[in-house]
């Protein structure tokens, strides 16, 4: 009797057809597709967005790669924080760090340039714009990338960093508005003027 029941419920060989589970001493999250997300990771995957956007503020190469480094560092200081706050935490750290190097600069031109001689004509005064190539054109030969960049440039901070944030960037106007400490209303009209803006400059080109 006993051997009639083995023979019709033959138990299948390991591995065909029954799954069998993982060792009770697997180390949790051995499977990549499950590990939980790093800050490192984060920083990788956003470091060229960042260096994009630090670029087109800054348009200064060297500047834009400190602002970042920068960023970076001061966010490794965040490690606790939930990754679900990394993107607005970061951009908003990033967005202070170019704003602080806009007005030390401004600062510093202020200081040196030296004011013109009494009753001289202006035209005779000192320039001190940057005359170098801007930057991303070298990373991108494409003429309408150059001119895209260009137009962002020449707009207000807060437009620019509206439409870089929600356009190039694809945050939603929730993380906008937290990156750039403004209420998403403000955002919304930034964003608006933005493309007014960039829409009448490049047409400008055409």
Known sequence: MH????SACPVPPIGVGVATPPAADAAPFADARFAPPTL??????????AFRFAELGLRHRDDALDAVQDAMMRMLGYRERP???????????????????????????????????WGSDSAHAIDWADDAPDPSRGHDGREAYGRM??????LPRRQREAFT?????????????????????????????????????LQEFQ
Do not use: N, Y
Not at 91 to 105: C, E, F, G, P, Y
Not at 149 to 154: G, P, R, T, V
């Open 165 to 201: 944030f929600r356009v190039l960037e694809e945050l939603d106007v929730a993380t906008t508005a937290k990156a750039m400490g403004c209420s998403e209303g403000s955002v919304k009209t930034h964003l608006s003027r933005a493309r007014e803006a960039l829409q009448r400059q």
């Open 83 to 117: 990754p679900s706050e990394w993107t607005p935490l970061f951009w908003s750290i990033l967005r202070s760090r170019i704003v602080d190097v806009q007005r030390r600069r401004a600062f510093r031109l202020r200081w040196l340039s030296p004011p013109p001689a």
């Open 3 to 6: 051997a009639d029941a083995d």
């Open 40 to 49: 490192e990771g984060f920083l990788r995957g956003i470091g060229a967005h």
């Open 149 to 154: 960049a260009a137009a962002l440039s020449a």
